[in-house]
């Protein structure tokens, strides 16, 4: 319930700044919130990226003031946080189907787009498949890259994907592999968490090690671009992730945002997360996705 009420402050804050220049960080600042973070638990929870929801809410109440006074469209572009007439015109049609010039026509069909609420309603009464995870300290080799905190708000960014394209077509990973215990078949996706005012973060894919491959691991160091990846001991709540491709990593977050954290005692806590791929593909799992927890402190 807890992420409920943040992202109700958010979505007051953001109405009450509607008509000023609103990053998501701004607004993640405001909550004391990482922007990752935050990023993460409103486009689960709300169904679309901040952006997304400033903009369509702009463009609405821009058709209801078009229609409703004698404005000029270029005043009431401006007003709405764009920079040019044509650039207002382009979104303006996309969004309601009808150009801005056509607004006070009578019988003119216009989109509304109402602020969003946050309101109690009985949910669950469906099964969650999930499992609690206690670690200890582990460390990994991982190759890492560092991602600008605004490829969060690009709808559709492949990056992330493109940086697994890209080790794979260099057989990168391969000398990972070698570095991993008898039978151990995982291959890591490292997120790590993201500090306050930080405008990057840095993405690892990896193996775990034991002692003989740390002490193995010395010429895949030299990379620059190759490093240990240390995780404190933690508890970790784990989800399968059903499908052929990364969107069941997507749906995964939704499940632990909109319905497990808000009955299970848990919030989220400041630690890696990751994914787990296996080599051997297990009855249509994608990937297990690992999220660090810790009992609510409201509990």
């Known amino acids: 319930m807890e992420w409920m009420r943040t992202l109700q402050k958010a979505i007051d804050y953001v109405e009450e700044h509607l ?27 709300s169904g679309m990226t901040l952006n997304t929801y400033i ?6 109440l821009a058709g209801q003031e078009l229609s409703q006074s004698d404005k000029k469209i270029v005043d009431i572009a401006l007003k709405y946080g764009f920079e040019s007439q044509d650039g207002f015109t382009k979104a303006f049609t996309r969004f309601h189907g009808t150009a801005p010039k056509y607004a006070k026509t009578a ?47 690009a709808e559709g960014n492949c990056d992330i994907s493109d940086f697994w394209d890209e080790c794979h077509a260099q057989n990168r990973i391969g000398p990972l592999k070698l570095l991993r215990q008898e039978k151990d078949e995982r291959l890591y996706g490292l997120c790590a968490p993201l500090r306050e005012n930080e405008t990057f973060f840095e993405y690892g894919i990896g193996v775990r090690l034991d002692d003989d491959g740390s002490r193995a691991a010395g010429s ?37 945002y909109q319905q497990f954290l808000p009955q299970s005692g848990y919030e989220s806590c400041t630690q890696s997360d990751y994914e787990v791929y296996f080599d051997k593909q297990r009855d249509n799992l994608f990937c297990e996705l690992w999220i660090p927890v810790k009992k609510s402190a409201s509990l």
Not at 55 to 60: A, C, D, V
Request: aromatic share 14%.
């Open 220 to 256: 895949l160091l030299q990379a620059k671009d190759c490093r240990y990846w240390e995780t404190e001991p933690c508890t970790y709540v784990v989800f399968n992730c059903a499908g052929e491709d990364g969107e069941s990593i997507g749906a995964a977050w939704e499940i632990f």
């Open 107 to 153: 019988g003119t069909r216009l989109i509304l787009f109402n602020p969003l609420s946050i309101r109690i309603s009985f949910e669950g009464g469906r099964k969650i498949d999930y499992r609690m995870e206690q670690t200890e300290k582990q460390r990994f080799l991982a190759i890492t890259r560092t991602f600008p905190t605004k490829i969060i708000e």
């Open 55 to 60: 903009r369509n809410r702009r463009l609405s």
């Open 19 to 45: 008509l000023e220049e609103i990053r998501f960080d701004d607004v993640a600042r405001h909550l004391n919130l990482s922007p990752y973070e935050f990023h993460r638990a409103f486009r689960f929870l």
